[in-house]
């Protein structure tokens, strides 16, 4: 009779292995996915820069081939040449903060300098956006480490960035500016993200934690809804994955602006 009790928990445990071996997966899964749906919202967002660039890339490729094959203008042709280097290295840093996020080094947990990934994610957005915004970064002078997959760490911000492009195109903003500030408080990561844009609409600043719910989206143009409400969604979820807290309290008195503390 012991021998079949030994054999019932031993299948048990191996039952219960499996299981859990199937959760890991599936979470593993649930996080590619919320980064890919990131990397679709930030394509989306900036589908009109995009664009531009690549009517640029083709119409200087054109006119290279032209001055080259019709007109014989080497020195032309040239000037063309050097403007689709320009314009390919426009797209490579598009590609950095969209495509990039889902690297395979990515997509493993590590031990991670979340300065120095917050760092290298803002100057990727700066090549990217140029001078249109103004980006102020105030990072810890100490090293702070965590144990993290660094895509989630990249979707928050680029989430949180293409929040703020849309409500600078919505508001006209003029002088626009992101703030982001890495600390640590009281032995916990912190990550003061805010921007100077038009700020939630009137329906959401009594309880700004409504934004944070899927489907629910303040992009709404002329009247009609814009957003994916997937954004702000996502960053939630990843946040409470890591057991972290959202406190978007000081959106409830500031007229304009977005404000978010992250503590994980």
Not at 96 to 117: E, F, H, M, Y
Not at 252 to 264: A, H, L, P, T
Request: charged residues 30%.
């Amino acid at each position: 009779e012991k021998d079949d009790e030994y054999v019932h928990v031993e299948d048990a445990k191996k039952a219960i292995e499996g299981k859990e071996a199937q959760i890991s997966d599936l979470e593993d899964e649930n996080r590619l996915l919320r980064s890919l749906a990131t990397t679709g919202i930030a394509i989306n967002t900036y589908m009109h820069e995009i664009r531009a660039l690549i009517h640029d890339l083709k119409m200087n490729s054109k006119r290279a081939s032209e001055a080259y094959r019709i007109r014989n203008n080497i020195e032309e042709a040239v000037a063309s040449i050097n403007e689709v280097r320009s314009v390919t290295k426009d797209f490579e840093s598009w590609f950095q903060v969209t495509i990039g996020s889902t690297r395979a080094d990515k997509r493993t947990r590590q031990k991670v300098n979340v300065v120095d990934l917050v760092s290298k994610c803002i100057e990727s957005w700066k090549k990217s956006l140029g001078d249109d915004i103004e980006f102020e970064t105030i990072f810890s002078e100490e090293e702070i480490y965590l144990v993290c997959f660094p895509y989630e760490i990249e979707s928050i911000l680029h989430n949180l960035i293409s929040n703020s492009f849309k409500s600078f195109k919505r508001g006209n903003t003029t002088n626009k500016k992101i703030s982001v500030t890495v600390t640590l408080a009281d032995e916990k990561l912190k990550i003061s993200y805010s921007d100077n844009g038009e700020g939630l609409l009137p329906e959401f600043k009594d309880n700004p934690d409504i934004i944070l719910k899927q489907m629910v989206t303040g992009d709404i143009v002329n009247g009609q809804k814009q957003g994916t409400g997937l954004g702000m969604w996502i960053v939630n979820n990843i946040i409470s994955d890591y057991k972290g807290k959202i406190d978007l309290t000081k959106n409830i008195k500031s007229e304009s602006g977005f404000y978010i503390d992250i503590i994980i």
